[in-house]
Structures are given as structure tokens and as C-alpha cells.
């Protein structure tokens, strides 16, 4: 089956039009409008620098459900420690920044120039959000992603200091003042499934993200007490 070109519309073709591997179109841009219209259909850009703009929507897919997150003894004897300062949206730039850093044993990295720009874009208009993980000064630890009705979807995370980015995700999974039913974690790392995130069929996830956009998004900038304000999708 060939894959789908976009349009100059910030619209996409049914997901069930995807290839085996998940890949469901190519081409369009990294506007606000766009990468809006593909989380809301449970899509997702994801391409390296050089390679056109690819869009994903992959059967099963990967996710953490809040309430099956595994903590272990260990991790929580270590938060109780109280080592790490956790703040959210207070520097979103430099969380993508450092997570746009490669990996030990990586040549380069997926997150974009475009793509920075992209999210940050995103964030600005307080659909994207970080959470920052300090140790004194330090930024050691943290992720990102994408906050839309009661779902959040996880871009990335990076750390550079032992446990940051699970601080980070736990952080987020405890949030009072805007709980999530699902975490979007789009593809399997073996970091997230020692967390308990898991596969469940692309079906599943699309009807469970439907049932999430009912609910309001909270926009705005999450670390500013009153900068926030809910609305429905």
C-alpha cells in the first residue's frame, strides 16, 4: 500500500491506512494547526534530519496508564531523600534542548531543528509543557510533550543524574490539579516498560483518546500560579 502525501490541509487519511511499521503519511509541515488536527487522531511526526517529514500511527501502541506506574522500594526511598527540586514549564527550552542531545552510541538525534522549533511553538501557544529536574542549580533530568484534553503525550525525556527522568515522570503522573487517564509513550523503550507502560491495540488507544478529549485542556504555562485556563476540545 503506498503511503499517503499530505495536503497543503492540516488533515490526514484514515490511520487504519497505515503501513505495517506504523507509517501513515509523509509531507506536510510542523505548524501548530497540524501537529494539533495528528494528536488529536492519535498520530505523531517522527523523521530524521535529511528524510522527509513522516507521520506514524503504529498498531499496538505503546502507553502508560497513571495508576499501573511501578515505583519500586528503592525509588521511593530515594524521592523521600528529597535530592531533586521538580518544577513544571520553567524551562521548557532547555529541556528540549538536552533531550535533543544524542545518546551514548548515537550519531545524531530525531528531534529536529524543525521540530525544536516546532514544539516550542507548541508551547508557547500552552499546549506543549516540560517538567524540570534540579539538583541545587542543575538542570539534571526531565521530559516533555504534548497536553491535549486528558491525555498526555510524551515526546521525550533525558537525564544526567541517576533516577531524574523517572523523578520527572512520576512528577507528572502525580499532578492534583490536572490528572491524566493516559500517557502516550508512541513507541517501546525498555526504560518506559520497567515503569509499566505497555502495548494495547491501536483501536483501543484511539477509543481511549476519544473519551479524553471530552475533557478540558489545561493551557497555559503550568509552573505560573493563574496562567493556566481549561478548555474543551
Known amino acids: 500500500m503506498p503511503v ?3 495536503p497543503d490541509q492540516p488533515v490526514f487519511p484514515p490511520v487504519e491506512r497505515a503501513v505495517k511499521s506504523g507509517l501513515l503519511a509523509v ?12 494528536y488529536r487522531e492519535g498520530i505523531f511526526p517522527w523523521y530524521s534530519e535529511g528524510e522527509p517529514l513522516l507521520w506514524w500511527s503504529p498498531d499496538p501502541r505503546f502507553v502508560l496508564f497513571p495508576r499501573e506506574l511501578r515505583v ?7 524521592l ?5 527540586r521538580i518544577t513544571f514549564d520553567h524551562a521548557f527550552r532547555s529541556v528540549i534542548a538536552a533531550c535533543r542531545k544524542p545518546r551514548p552510541g548515537q550519531d545524531d538525534t530525531w528531534i529536529t531543528q524543525a521540530m525544536q522549533e516546532a514544539y516550542t511553538a507548541l508551547h508557547d501557544l500552552g499546549y506543549a509543557h516540560s517538567v524540570e529536574v534540579w539538583q541545587e542549580d542543575a538542570l539534571v533530568g526531565g521530559l516533555y510533550g504534548v497536553s491535549i484534553g486528558h491525555t498526555f503525550f510524551g515526546e521525550s525525556m533525558f537525564s544526567t543524574r541517576a533516577n531524574a527522568s523517572k523523578a520527572a515522570l512520576i512528577a507528572l503522573v502525580d499532578r492534583e490539579d490536572h490528572p491524566f487517564n493516559l500517557i502516550d509513550c508512541q513507541v517501546e523503550t525498555p526504560h518506559l516498560g520497567s ?3 505497555r502495548f494495547i491495540p491501536r483501536k ?13 485542556t489545561l493551557r497555559g504555562n503550568w509552573g505560573t500560579p493563574g496562567s493556566s485556563h481549561s478548555e474543551f476540545n
Open 195 to 197: 515503569l509499566g507502560a
Open 27 to 38: 509531507g506536510g509541515d510542523l505548524s501548530p494547526e497540524r501537529l494539533l488536527a495528528a
Open 72 to 78: 519500586s522500594r528503592s525509588m521511593r526511598q530515594f
Open 80 to 84: 523521600k531523600k528529597q535530592l531533586f
Open 204 to 216: 483501543e488507544f484511539r477509543a481511549l483518546l476519544k473519551e479524553s478529549l471530552r475533557h478540558e
Open 4 to 6: 499517503y502525501r499530505l
